[in-house]
């Protein structure tokens, strides 16, 4: 009895043993994925480490009286809000072709009255790529050219893939949807979870996506092969100029068990949402020099009425573009 004891507990250690060591495994920092990134796309002084290459856009933002219900943010009470914003691609190769599988971003400021701010930072994928910092510390470490090919090795990015699963829904999204023909004909997702808090304090969780009034639309297989490396920021400035881009708020309202703090796992589609606002932008030009050329789009950036949750990513993102920021500012 006592022999068979000890070889249950030998087994129990044994089973627990990778919990010992996960619990174990140091946590991830933020100067530590700003120096991967930097290992894996090279250091390209004064500019951002990740979301290198992009366009910048100004415009305004409407709130509606709907999402007022919700949230006592002033950007839902009706008024005008000047807006700044970035379009840009994943990665920090600042010379990436435009027709890369990659994610795209729009990053939006909303100059809010008496000096206020309200940041957002989304991606035209539904879900996020990481539940956690350790996993795209993984990828970005993953990605790193193999010196003799110029390219990452396919075994290394196998096997993360074979231990990362958190990892498998977005890559998957991307290899399945071929990218916008342009910025304007893509929807961009808030991908976490956030809460809105109201006039008599009720909380509401909820997740947000801009989706484009002119219908979203894809590069077709031919295109892909033809669009050329450098044509978004081109599109983004010609329309622009021709009219004004538009989209449409939609904020989807969570229910019991939806989770909240795991930004690679979409909601159910079924769940409630309402429009609360519509975007527009006016004009686009190059980043050079540009008002959003300085900006640090911090997700965590929030007025009063939007708060954030408990969601690992979303708070370690504050902390990588603050030391990818002060890197910028000094000149690094």
């Keep these: 009895m006592n022999r068979r004891k000890i070889k249950l507990t030998a087994a129990c250690i044994m089973a627990l ?4 060591l996960q619990a174990a495994e140091p946590e991830v920092t933020a100067p530590e994925v700003v120096q ?4 894996t796309f090279g250091v390209h002084q004064g500019q951002r480490r990740n979301h290198i290459k992009g366009s910048c856009a100004i415009g305004e933002f409407v709130g509606t009286s709907e999402a007022a219900g919700y949230s006592r943010s002033i950007l839902f009470t009706g008024k005008v809000v000047p807006v700044i914003a970035r379009f840009s691609l994943a990665g920090g190769n600042p010379k990436v072709p435009d027709a890369a599988r990659s ?3 729009m990053a939006l400021q909303f100059k809010l009255p008496q ?3 309200q940041q957002m930072s989304m991606l035209n994928t539904p879900m996020f790529g990481a539940s956690s910092p350790r996993t795209f510390l993984d990828l970005t470490l993953a990605q790193r050219p193999d010196p003799a090919t110029g390219k990452p090795d396919p075994e290394t990015l196998s096997a993360f893939r074979a231990s990362h699963p958190d990892n498998h829904a977005q890559a998957q999204y991307l290899a399945s949807h071929n990218p916008p023909d342009s910025y304007t004909h893509s929807a961009f997702f808030g991908i976490h979870t956030f809460k809105f808090i109201n006039a008599q304090d009720k909380v509401t969780p909820v997740r947000w996506r801009f989706v484009p009034q002119e219908g979203e639309k894809s590069l077709s297989n031919e295109a892909l092969k033809t669009a050329g490396a ?4 081109k599109a983004l400035i010609d329309s ?3 009219k004004p881009a538009r989209w449409d708020m939609l ?3 969570g229910q019991p068990g939806d989770p909240q703090d795991d930004p690679t796992q979409p909601w159910p589609a079924q769940r409630p949402e309402f429009k609360a606002g ?3 932008i006016t004009s686009a030009s190059p980043q050079k020099a540009s008002m959003c050329e300085s900006i640090n789009f911090d997700p965590m950036v929030m007025a009063d009425g939007i708060a954030p949750t408990n969601d690992p990513v979303l708070r370690f993102r504050s902390q990588a573009y603050a030391v990818s920021f002060g890197k910028r500012l000094s000149g690094q």
């Design 115 to 117: 000096g206020q701010l």
């Design 36 to 39: 991967a990134l930097e290992g």
């Design 230 to 233: 450098d044509f978004l920021e």
């Design 17 to 20: 043993l990778p919990v010992f």
């Design 251 to 253: 904020v989807t309202i």
């Design 240 to 242: 622009t100029a021709q």
């Design 278 to 280: 519509t975007l527009t």
């Design 103 to 105: 994610a795209r971003g």
